[in-house]
Protein backbone atom coordinates (compact mmCIF):
# COMPACT_ATOMS: atom_id res chain seq x y z
CA UNK A 1 0.00 0.00 0.00
CA UNK A 2 1.35 3.32 -0.70
CA UNK A 3 1.37 6.46 1.05
CA UNK A 4 -2.57 7.92 1.26
CA UNK A 5 -4.00 4.16 1.26
CA UNK A 6 -6.32 2.92 3.82
CA UNK A 7 -5.96 0.12 6.13
CA UNK A 8 -7.63 -1.32 9.35
CA UNK A 9 -5.97 -0.88 12.06
CA UNK A 10 -7.35 -3.11 15.36
CA UNK A 11 -9.98 -2.21 16.42
CA UNK A 12 -11.39 -1.54 12.79
CA UNK A 13 -11.15 1.66 12.52
CA UNK A 14 -10.01 2.87 8.51
CA UNK A 15 -6.78 4.77 8.64
CA UNK A 16 -4.64 6.52 6.27
CA UNK A 17 -1.19 4.81 6.44
CA UNK A 18 1.93 6.06 7.55
CA UNK A 19 4.85 8.18 6.02
CA UNK A 20 8.00 6.18 6.66
CA UNK A 21 10.24 8.72 6.53
CA UNK A 22 8.43 11.41 8.68
CA UNK A 23 8.48 8.65 11.49
CA UNK A 24 11.83 7.97 10.60
CA UNK A 25 12.57 11.51 11.38
CA UNK A 26 10.39 11.31 14.53
CA UNK A 27 12.00 7.92 16.13
CA UNK A 28 14.79 9.93 18.20
CA UNK A 29 13.10 9.08 21.33
CA UNK A 30 12.37 5.53 20.55
CA UNK A 31 15.79 4.45 19.71
CA UNK A 32 16.93 4.90 23.71
CA UNK A 33 14.49 1.52 24.28
CA UNK A 34 14.16 0.20 20.80
CA UNK A 35 17.10 0.87 18.85
CA UNK A 36 18.54 2.86 16.59
CA UNK A 37 17.08 0.26 13.78
CA UNK A 38 14.05 -0.84 15.86
CA UNK A 39 15.65 -3.98 16.84
CA UNK A 40 15.62 -3.82 20.67
CA UNK A 41 17.63 -3.16 23.25
CA UNK A 42 15.99 -2.30 26.74
CA UNK A 43 12.26 -2.37 24.97
CA UNK A 44 10.80 -4.77 22.55
CA UNK A 45 12.05 -5.57 18.56
CA UNK A 46 9.75 -3.29 16.66
CA UNK A 47 11.40 -3.84 13.29
CA UNK A 48 8.94 -5.83 10.89
CA UNK A 49 6.01 -5.71 12.31
CA UNK A 50 3.00 -4.77 10.95
CA UNK A 51 1.90 -1.18 10.69
CA UNK A 52 -1.63 -2.19 12.00
CA UNK A 53 0.33 -3.77 14.68
CA UNK A 54 2.38 -1.13 15.40
CA UNK A 55 -0.25 1.43 15.42
CA UNK A 56 -2.78 -0.32 17.55
CA UNK A 57 -0.10 -1.19 20.24
CA UNK A 58 0.32 2.81 20.28
CA UNK A 59 -2.91 4.08 20.96
CA UNK A 60 -3.47 1.14 23.71
CA UNK A 61 -0.26 3.09 25.34
CA UNK A 62 -1.80 6.49 24.83
CA UNK A 63 -5.45 5.13 25.80
CA UNK A 64 -3.78 3.31 28.99
CA UNK A 65 -5.33 -0.26 27.44
CA UNK A 66 -1.77 -1.08 27.68
CA UNK A 67 -0.38 -0.16 30.92
CA UNK A 68 3.40 1.28 30.83
CA UNK A 69 4.21 4.63 32.57
CA UNK A 70 7.12 5.62 29.96
CA UNK A 71 5.04 4.68 26.67
CA UNK A 72 1.57 6.46 27.74
CA UNK A 73 4.15 9.85 28.39
CA UNK A 74 5.99 9.29 25.00
CA UNK A 75 2.72 8.51 23.14
CA UNK A 76 0.59 10.84 25.07
CA UNK A 77 2.71 13.65 23.20
CA UNK A 78 2.15 11.89 19.44
CA UNK A 79 -1.10 13.10 17.43
CA UNK A 80 -2.40 10.35 15.17
CA UNK A 81 -0.30 11.24 12.32
CA UNK A 82 2.77 10.94 14.14
CA UNK A 83 1.88 7.46 15.72
CA UNK A 84 1.21 6.36 12.06
CA UNK A 85 4.13 8.04 10.66
CA UNK A 86 6.16 6.11 13.16
CA UNK A 87 4.40 3.00 12.94
CA UNK A 88 5.10 2.56 9.05
CA UNK A 89 8.69 3.45 9.69
CA UNK A 90 9.46 0.56 11.98
CA UNK A 91 7.40 -2.00 9.70
CA UNK A 92 9.16 -0.85 7.08
CA UNK A 93 12.73 -2.16 8.69
CA UNK A 94 13.67 -6.07 8.29
Known sequence: MGRGS?????GG???????????RSKSGECTECHGAKGEGTEGPKLAGKSEAELLQAMRDYKSGKREDAT???????LSDREMANLAAYYASLK
Open 6 to 10: LFCGG
Open 13 to 23: HAQTAGDAAAG
Open 71 to 77: MKALMSK
